[in-house]
């Protein structure tokens, strides 16, 4: 059973960058589809982007598209999350998780998921 920890959160004023890591313990990591979710206080969570396996292919939000990029290293096992131009409606705790696929933001289950990691955007 994989097991995801995300890190690299934190506070940062509007504008500004973060880059968030995701990484894997147990499982077979390259073989994964992955995603990334956020949840901002009051609000449902929901998707970010998500990358294939190779790291070929990836799909973003359209809140999120061209201001962030998703990527992985497989024999690190780790994604990562880079995030430019932020905006205080960024806001949220950030979520990896394991996918069944690469066309739908469907989680693979409930064990799936990472803890979170906080970023907060002033402005």
């Known amino acids: 059973q994989v097991q995801l920890q995300e890190s690299g959160g934190g506070s940062v004023q509007a504008g500004g960058s973060l880059r968030l890591s995701c990484t894997a313990s147990?499982?077979?990591?390259?073989?994964?589809?992955m995603g990334w979710f956020r949840q901002a206080p009051g609000k449902a969570r929901e998707p970010v982007g998500r990358?294939?396996?190779?790291?070929?292919?990836?799909h973003y939000a359209d809140s999120v598209k061209d201001r962030f990029t998703i990527s992985r290293d497989n024999a690190k096992n780790t994604m990562f999350l880079q995030m430019n131009s932020l905006r205080p409606e960024d806001t949220a705790v950030y979520y990896c998780?394991?996918?069944?696929?690469?066309?739908?933001?469907?989680?693979?289950?409930?064990?799936?998921w990472g803890q979170g990691t906080q970023v907060t955007v002033s402005s």
């Open positions: 998780a394991v996918l069944k696929g690469t066309t739908n933001f469907d989680v693979r289950g409930l064990d799936y």
């Open positions: 990358i294939n396996w190779l790291g070929s292919i990836t």
């Open positions: 147990r499982g077979t990591f390259g073989n994964y589809f």
